[in-house]
Nanobody, 121 residues
Framework: QVQLVESGGGLVQVGGSLRLSCAAS??????????MGWFRQAPGKLREFVAT????????NLADSVKGRFTISRDNAKNTVYLQMNNLKPEDTAVYYC????????????WGQGTQVTVSS
């Protein structure tokens, strides 16, 4: 079993920054075997893709709504993936979830419990 634990969420003003972390653990978990991603879900809306990163960390993909503002990275030695969020907007307010996948991150094998991000105007 794999556990994903997010941290770093909170309340921030418009234009501010936050860095989310997702620490992965589990007896059989090997960071280099999983692509990782971040998703978010705002109240009353469906969960949506935010960013993905491949196993090596050399390839990333970002949703159009966050390109130029968010960066995803990973440290396989620490089994941790990060989401650096800059120039935050009210529409970024959501619960952010970390995901891990052996295949496509759009169909994850594991989810974290989520961390709340609230951007105040």
């Amino acid at each position: 079993q794999v556990q994903l634990v997010e941290s770093g969420g909170g309340l921030v003003q418009v234009g501010g920054s936050l860095r989310l972390s997702c620490a992965a653990s589990g007896r059989t978990f090997s960071s280099s075997s999983y692509a990782m991603g971040w998703f978010r879900q705002a109240p009353g809306k469906l969960r949506e893709f935010v960013a993905t990163i491949n196993r090596s960390g050399f390839t990333t993909n970002l949703a159009d709504s966050v390109k130029g503002r968010f960066t995803i990275s990973r440290d396989n030695a620490k089994n941790t993936v990060y989401l650096q969020m800059n120039n935050l907007k009210p529409e970024d307010t959501a619960v952010y979830y970390c995901a891990a996948a052996r295949g496509s991150v759009l169909n994850p094998d594991y989810w974290g419990q989520g961390t709340q991000v609230t951007v105040s105007s």
